[in-house]
């Protein structure tokens, strides 16, 4: 039986199908020096709010002073590694809530299965409703990104981040898992340099069984999390000035993160717009006007067939595509004298059904690379070990038994343990 793959590029939103195959490239890491070869030490942690005890989902955690970073996972647990003999506080800070500095000396006695809870208390902030109106928030966006050669580097840095993806095949099967520790050589916000970014290690592995008739692989998906940089490409490739008359603004609040404040800005498709945009919300900080967070969804809105168009670019006729959600988060943390891309999640659904068939079958994909560290000095990235418009992870990676080489490293806190998810998946494909 022929099988038919697609695959999904979250930054240019296309799917593609083709011919089927199992095969795994060899890894090619980049020669860009990120191994970490200093001691470390593994805290633990779980972030909820003080009143509800609900968790707290990609909180952001920071050791004080340093650019170690990470975020807690879905159900707010998270595995935070520094440099052992570190001293000083793990910083927790979620929006909405006020940040606490936590000394390092709390975590001991705290491991995996006990982890260090962490409770953060809501901020709530009455705001005038008379300063609410007389603040216009496209003169407000406007002057954001008027900011952003005074908020954001202007010259190249290297960055060391977390990649992980996940695609599922309707709610618990895993049709692939791949995770990599990626360098990135990221470009000035101000000109038209391109970021770059190579794979220094990764591991993957794919389920796909012999009776699917769709397997689902994603394409791009290491790229994407930089064209999902909303400050250097606003409003996912819109120019500025034409997002402005195709979306309607709301100032709608403020909220407090990481002790600063940031206007709230809700933006939804203005009523006749006719083309496929997003809603959501921006989060801009209110006393440099950085954008420090944006939150956001595909308008779908019943045009689910239509939607799926941005996903598949090559399809069957025989088969029926739909586009149910998309979702995305993407974040930015100040360190020293700016501010830095720092974290990015997009989630994506789609369902497929084959003529005369009365079912459905749904594919969830999930992307989420956090960034964990940054460089100095001269930093490169050869042409020869950068990630490509057109690559696939689970082609690129084939090392993900060297448990040894991620001990040292910061990764996004799976929901089930990494190590547990790959055993399985080897078990079911008899490896």
């Known amino acids: 039986m022929k099988r038919k793959l697609i ?14 195959t199992a095969a795994r490239a060899e890894t090619k890491p980049a020669a860009t020096g990120a191994a970490q070869a ?3 030490v593994t805290l633990y942690g779980h972030v909820t709010d003080a009143a509800s ?11 004080e002073g340093e650019a170690i970073t990470n975020v807690s996972n879905s159900q707010g647990f998270f595995s935070f590694k520094i440099p052992a003999g570190s001293e000083g506080n793990i910083v927790v800070s979620h929006q909405g809530y006020s940040q606490m500095a936590i000394p390092i000396s709390s975590f001991a006695g705290h491991g995996e299965s006990n982890p260090l809870e962490i409770k953060l208390v809501p901020i709530s902030i009455r705001l005038d409703p ?34 992980r993806e996940i695609g599922r095949k309707g709610s618990s099967k895993y049709v692939f898992l791949n995770e990599a520790v990626i360098d990135i050589d990221k470009a000035p916000y101000i000109g038209w340099g391109s970021d770059r970014m190579g794979i220094y290690k990764g591991r993957g592995t794919c389920n796909y069984d012999v009776t699917d008739t769709v397997v689902i692989k994603l394409q791009g ?24 008359n195709s979306y309607n603004f709301k100032l709608t609040g403020i909220s407090s993160h990481d002790g600063m404040l940031f206007y709230e800005v809700e933006f939804e498709p203005a009523e006749d717009e006719k083309q496929i945009l997003y809603r959501g919300k921006v989060y801009i900080e209110t006393e440099s006007l950085a954008i420090g967070r944006t939150e956001f969804s595909m308008a ?10 941005k996903f598949v670019v090559k399809r069957s006729a025989k088969t029926r595509y739909l586009a149910h959600r998309a979702d995305y988060t993407v974040s930015y943390r100040r360190f020293e004298d700016g501010w830095y891309y720092d974290y990015c999640r997009a989630e994506f659904q789609l369902s497929t059904r084959r003529r005369r068939s009365l079912f459905k079958t749904y594919f969830t994909i999930t992307e989420e690379m956090a960034v964990t560290g940054h460089k100095t000095g001269d930093f490169t990235i050869e042409k020869d070990n950068q990630v490509k418009f057109k690559d696939v992870l689970s082609e690129k990676v084939s ?10 490293y910061n990764i996004i806190e799976p929901d089930q343990s990494i190590e547990v998810i790959i055993k399985k998946i080897i078990r079911q494909l008899g490896r």
């Not at 490409?233 to 034409?242: A, M, N, R, S, T």
């Open 221 to 244: 998906g290491v790229r994407s999390t930089m064209d999902l940089d909303i400050v250097k490409y606003p409003f996912v490739g819109l120019p500025l000035i034409e997002a402005l």
């Open 399 to 408: 090392d993900f038994r060297d448990d040894a080489f991620w001990g040292d």
């Open 38 to 40: 200093t001691a470390v």
């Open 130 to 163: 008379a300063f609410v109106r007389d603040i216009d928030p496209k003169v407000l966006l406007e002057a954001a990104y008027r900011s952003v050669r005074d908020n954001y580097p202007q010259q190249r840095r290297g960055l060391t981040a977390f990649y």
């Open 7 to 20: 695959y999904a590029l979250w930054a240019v939103l296309a799917l593609v199908c083709g011919q089927a």
């Open 53 to 63: 005890a609900e968790a707290l989902f990609y909180s952001s955690v920071a050791l």
């Open 300 to 309: 779908i809105d019943g045009r689910e067939q239509e939607a799926a168009g």
